[in-house]
């Protein structure tokens, strides 16, 4: 594809139910981030994959939150028994270059994620 | 108090003005950026600052080290200009991104 692309664009979930969020990044992209942005306010940092190797994940705010990239490419981010703190938007990045500058990250669309 | 502030929060303006979004931080930076927000999530990087003023288009982003402040101008703004203007900046202190809360513009026809 042309770009970075999440799924599902839309998720309404129960509190206490699993949710997992896909990306996937641009075809050959070395890194791949991780942000939560809250309704009104700008992406916060949760996670970094260089390839397979998720080398920062201090900006997961519990260990409700999981994220892995197994194969370098496609990544999935997981909560597990959800809050209604948890309802936000989760944009997914991609980097051609490794490591964590902001250049030439290109964004997906989001998942807007709503926890009634 | 956040490390990274912009105003004005919301701004509403009539087609053709010039539009200005303010910038402040108060931790030793790399480099800003001025991200474009539209509807729907998607984010696409505006201008990457670390001193001095650029140019694109109807676009002008200055910025100033010393007193730790950057500029967004919009000359000649225009209805498709509507949309979440965010700043955030790379921290010296341990490479973090940091983004302001968004400025959310509306260019009335």
């Known amino acids: 594809g042309a770009g970075v692309s999440q799924s599902p664009r839309y998720k309404v979930a129960k509190r206490g139910q699993d949710v997992a969020l896909r990306c996937d990044p641009i075809?050959?992209?070395?890194?791949l981030f991780w942000y939560q942005q809250a309704l009104g306010q700008g992406p916060e940092f949760l996670t970094y994959?260089?390839?397979?190797?998720?080398?920062?994940k201090s900006g997961l705010p519990s260990d409700r939150f999981f994220a892995e990239r197994p194969e370098g490419s496609v990544s999935t981010l997981k909560i597990q028994r959800t809050q209604q703190e948890d309802s936000a938007v989760y944009l997914c990045?991609?980097?051609?270059?490794?490591?964590?500058?902001?250049?030439?990250?290109?964004f997906g669309p989001g998942t807007r994620l709503t926890v009634l | 108090k956040n490390e990274v502030e912009q105003s004005p929060q919301n701004l509403t303006a009539q087609e053709g003005e010039f539009i200005t979004i303010n910038c402040s931080y108060s931790?030793?930076?790399?480099?800003l950026h001025w991200l474009q927000q539209h509807p729907g999530g998607g984010i696409v990087s505006l201008f990457m600052?670390?001193?001095g003023k650029k140019k694109h288009g109807r676009l002008i982003a200055t910025i100033n080290i010393q007193e730790k402040h950057s500029s967004l101008h919009i000359t000649a703004s225009h209805p498709r200009d509507s949309a979440v203007y965010i700043c955030?900046?790379?921290?010296?202190?341990?490479?973090?991104?940091?983004f302001g809360k968004g400025t959310r513009l509306h260019i009335l026809p």
């Open positions: 994959f260089q390839n397979e190797a998720q080398l920062d």
């Open positions: 600052l670390s001193s």
């Open positions: 990045a991609s980097s051609l270059v490794a490591g964590t500058g902001f250049n030439e990250q290109f």
């Open positions: 955030a900046v790379e921290s010296l202190r341990d490479d973090k991104i940091i």
């Open positions: 075809s050959g992209h070395v890194s």
């Open positions: 931790v030793g930076i790399s480099a």
